[in-house]
């Protein structure tokens, strides 16, 4: 027992613990904002990435259309293939884990992992919390959809406006320092200015793209 609850397991079982509950939130949230019972769990089991969830049935809840909601999620999904990337290299997986250590990759899995200075904690971080995230968050996500299609009226109970709070519950750790502030800061504007013109879900890709300009010129200012 003591060699399998080393110091990454229970830090990988802790964060499972406290993000896995997480997931009924999505689920009563994603009813509310039009999904089935059914396609809401499918959605958990196989997008799982919280943020790229909740700007999915962000974009849906707000009359998007299906490829907007789909590009933001991937746009927000896009630091799990960086992570995996790194994470390839730190744990140097076999080929035949590859699949499934991807669907695994979050920043839960990762944080825990990284944290890590030996190679075997890593490992078993990794598998500890993204094992763990996966099977919590999924039930949970049940559990809640379950719950949510038996509200009569999601608005009544603030269900049609969390989607946003808990996407900012999200972001607002992240704001550290100057450059994630100002990074914000830009997406917020470009988002607030684009909204009254585009359909939901295009000022999210256009705040991305207005971000990566702002950062490219700046980097190159700071070269010059």
């Known amino acids: 027992m003591a060699q399998v609850l080393t110091p990454a397991t229970r830090m990988g079982l802790s964060i499972a613990a406290a993000v896995g509950v997480y997931g009924v939130s999505f689920g009563a949230l994603s009813v509310a904002a039009g999904l089935d019972v059914w396609q809401t769990v ?31 999620a991937t746009l927000l999904g896009i630091r799990n293939g960086i992570y995996g990337m790194q994470l390839k290299a730190l744990i140097r997986p076999p080929g035949r884990l590859i699949p499934l250590m991807a669907q ?91 909204m009254p013109f585009v359909p939901p879900g295009i000022p999210v890709v256009i705040a991305a793209v207005v971000t990566a300009g702002w950062w490219a010129l700046r980097r190159r200012r700071v070269a010059a």
Do not use: C
């Open 104 to 194: 695994l990759t979050i920043d839960e899995s990762t944080a825990t992992a990284t944290a890590q200075d030996d190679h075997d904690e890593r490992v078993r971080g990794f598998w500890t919390a993204g094992l763990g995230v996966y099977l919590l968050w999924n039930t949970f996500t049940l559990l809640g959809a379950l719950a949510g299609s038996q509200l009569t009226n999601p608005g009544a109970w603030g269900l049609d406006g969390a989607a946003v709070a808990a996407f900012l519950g999200l972001l607002w750790p992240r704001l550290k320092g100057g450059d994630p502030v100002a990074t914000a800061v830009v997406a917020a504007l470009a988002t607030i200015i684009a």
């Open 42 to 72: 499918a959605l958990s089991a196989l997008m799982f990435t919280g943020g790229s969830q909740f700007a999915f049935i962000g974009v849906i809840a707000g009359g998007g259309t299906g490829a907007a909601a789909w590009a933001a």
